[in-house]
Nanobody
């Protein structure tokens, strides 16, 4: 019954902003952490950021730190990824994921559940 659904992607101009949403079930919000990853064809899935539920700590990959922010809406059971100062190299399919293990939040292999992915394209 656990499902993750991303929304909010599309085309945005470089320097602009975009917010991705990840709608999750209650059980998913009981996970150890939620994460955002992104992937482009021919490349490895890249860690974007994670939200640790118990501590509410947030972590970000070096490539997006200072530009992206993860937040949570407890009422609507939604995790957000606010992306500012977007660059063409941010273009990718973005995935929301849920993690129950206690391994590294930045390791995609530690995540148990994944959304379908959503395209984000940043034009130059």
């Amino acid at each position: 019954q656990v499902q993750l659904v991303e929304s909010g992607g599309g085309l945005v101009q470089a320097g602009g902003s975009m917010r991705l949403s990840c709608a999750a079930s209650t059980r998913t919000f009981s996970s150890v952490a939620m994460g955002w990853f992104r992937q482009v064809p021919g490349k490895e899935r890249q860690f974007v950021g994670a939200y640790k539920w118990v501590s509410a700590n947030r972590y970000y990959g070096d490539s997006v730190k200072g530009r992206f922010t993860i937040s949570r809406d407890y009422v609507n059971n939604t995790l957000y990824l606010q992306m500012n100062s977007l660059k063409p190299e941010d273009t990718a399919v973005y995935y929301c994921a849920a993690k129950q293990s206690y391994g590294s939040d930045a390791n995609a292999d530690e995540y148990d559940l994944w959304g379908q992915g959503i395209q984000v394209t940043v034009s130059s």
